[in-house]
């Protein structure tokens, strides 16, 4: 079942830059904050970047100055991805939470592959 819809995603080489979306289907006013997750090949899924409905934000250590995540709406999550690395390929995942982020995921996007080349 997939409840978050996922938009963008694809392949790019080194450096350059993708833009991932997220939405809820219907409007939920229960939705807290919103993220993405990551899985590469070999590795555990990581909670690269999250927003709270307070606009409070949060990225992990590896995508600092590179990454952007923004919301155009409430259940409307983007994130901007620049200065792509190889070690950026992974199939992310966009998560929703009625709480917080990565203590409680109540919503899961499908996930999309992100392949950047070397």
């Known amino acids: 079942q997939v409840q978050l819809l996922e938009s963008g995603g694809g392949e790019v080489q080194a450096g350059g830059s993708l833009r991932l979306s997220c939405a809820h289907p219907e409007s939920d006013f229960r939705i807290n904050a919103m993220g993405w997750y990551r899985q590469a090949p070999g590795k555990q899924r990581e909670l690269v970047a999250a927003?709270?409905?307070?606009?409070?934000t949060q990225y992990v250590d590896s995508v600092k100055g590179r990454f952007v995540i923004s919301k155009t709406a409430r259940n409307t999550v983007n994130l901007q991805m620049n200065s792509l690395k190889p070690e950026d390929t992974a199939v992310y995942y966009c998560?929703?939470?009625?709480?917080?982020?990565?203590?409680?995921?109540?919503?899961w996007g499908q996930g999309t592959q992100v392949t950047v080349s070397s």
């Open positions: 998560a929703a939470s009625r709480s917080q982020l990565p203590y409680r995921v109540d919503y």
């Open positions: 927003i709270t409905s307070g606009v409070r």
